[in-house]
C-alpha cells in the first residue's frame, strides 16, 4: 500500500502561485508514475500533470502548460505542483495519485491509478 498526503492548497487571487505537495510513504515508489488530477463542482475528475519517479519524466495537460510545473525530490519521498498565473477556472480540488502498474507512458486517465490522496482545495479569486 501507498500513502499520499496532500498539502499546499488555499485561496489565491488570478495572476498568483501555490505550490502543492504530496508526500508518499509506505511502499517503494520508485518505479512509479505520479500524477496530479483536479475535480471542479459538477465537472469530472481530469488529469493535470505527472511524472515518472524513476528518470523524472513529466506531461501536462495542455491547459496548464507553461503555467505549471511538476517535480520530485527523492530524498523527501515528495512530488510538487508549483502552480503559477493561476486563473479561476484551475479552481478546482486537486489530488495526488500513484500507478504502480510500471507501464512506460504517463498515463492521463484515473483509472489507470491505484493508489488516491484525499485532495487539496485550490480557490482562485477573479
Known amino acids: 500500500q501507498v500513502q499520499l498526503v496532500e498539502s499546499g492548497g488555499g485561496l489565491v487571487q488570478a495572476g498568483g502561485s501555490l505550490r502543492l505537495s504530496c508526500a508518499a510513504s509506505?511502499?517503494?515508489?520508485?518505479?512509479?508514475?505520479m500524477g496530479w488530477f483536479r475535480q471542479a463542482p459538477g465537472k469530472e475528475r481530469e488529469f493535470v500533470a505527472g511524472i515518472r519517479w524513476s528518470g523524472g519524466n513529466t506531461y501536462s495537460a495542455d491547459s496548464v502548460k507553461g503555467r505549471f510545473t511538476i517535480s520530485r525530490d527523492n530524498v523527501k519521498n515528495t512530488v510538487y505542483l508549483q502552480m503559477n498565473s493561476l486563473k479561476p477556472e484551475d479552481t478546482a480540488v486537486y489530488y495526488c495519485?500513484?500507478?504502480?502498474?510500471?507501464?512506460?507512458?504517463?498515463?492521463?486517465?484515473?483509472?489507470?491509478?491505484?493508489?488516491w490522496g484525499r485532495g487539496t482545495q485550490v480557490t482562485v479569486s477573479s
Open positions: 509506505g511502499r517503494t515508489i520508485n518505479n512509479y508514475v
Open positions: 495519485a500513484a500507478d504502480k502498474s510500471l507501464r512506460i507512458a504517463i498515463g492521463t486517465m484515473s483509472e489507470l491509478y491505484a493508489y
